[in-house]
């Protein structure tokens, strides 16, 4: 029996092209249920996925089969148990490989998300777990966002915080940025905003929600959508 080598590749490509579809498609679900809590409109989901409303509806129904969402037509979506879960092992992997790419080779806030990205998709639980172990167990990864546990349990970080309700001339400690796309990466870089530096707000507009900040000798204007993207703690005495 002869196979056919190219039309074995190609099922297998187009397997692999399904299933990063997939991953993609319930790890950003739980990321928007996270920043704003509740269920997630198909038109938010589209735009970040970069997808049709119609391509979105598409996987959903899918994905409904499987037990992993929750549709009904024309409404919001959410995650089933079992597509939680899912969503939380493909969010757990992503961020301990940010760690392990930033602490051991050194690499930038961006890189690292952008290779997690690829990495994500194509390494076990099993190695995972020796990536965790080999790190120390660490509860957040270089951007401050919380790595799962094997359990899919999230760490909390005490004393965490919005930018937007933080006093005025008192000091803070960056702990948290919430960043998906590359320019919010290069902008915060270009700032001088990661996690650990200590950021003051000077004032607030209550016109447009943004805020004049200070980081070390610079002062700077954040808009709104950049502001809501930034978590801190306060400084210790």
Known sequence: MQINLSALKFAVYQFDKMSISIDNFLKTIFLLSQEKPGDVSRSLLASRLNVSSAAVTDMARKLALRGLVDYSPY?????????????????RKHRLWELFLHKILDLDLKTVHEEAERLEHHSSDELMNHIDAFLGFPDFDPHGEPIPGRDGDLPVQIGLESL???????????????????????LFESY????????????????????????????????EELVQRIFVTIKDI
């Open 192 to 223: 001088g905003i990661r996690p650990g530096v200590l950021i003051r707000n000077l004032r607030s507009f209550d016109f447009d929600r943004s805020m004049e900040v200070e980081i070390g000798d610079r002062r700077m204007i954040l808009s």
């Open 164 to 186: 937007s309700a933080v006093e005025d001339n008192k000091d803070y400690v960056v702990s948290r940025l919430i960043v998906r796309e590359p320019e919010i990466f290069d």
């Open 75 to 91: 409404k919001d979506l959410t995650l089933s148990d079992e597509g939680r879960a899912e969503a939380l092992k493909i969010i």
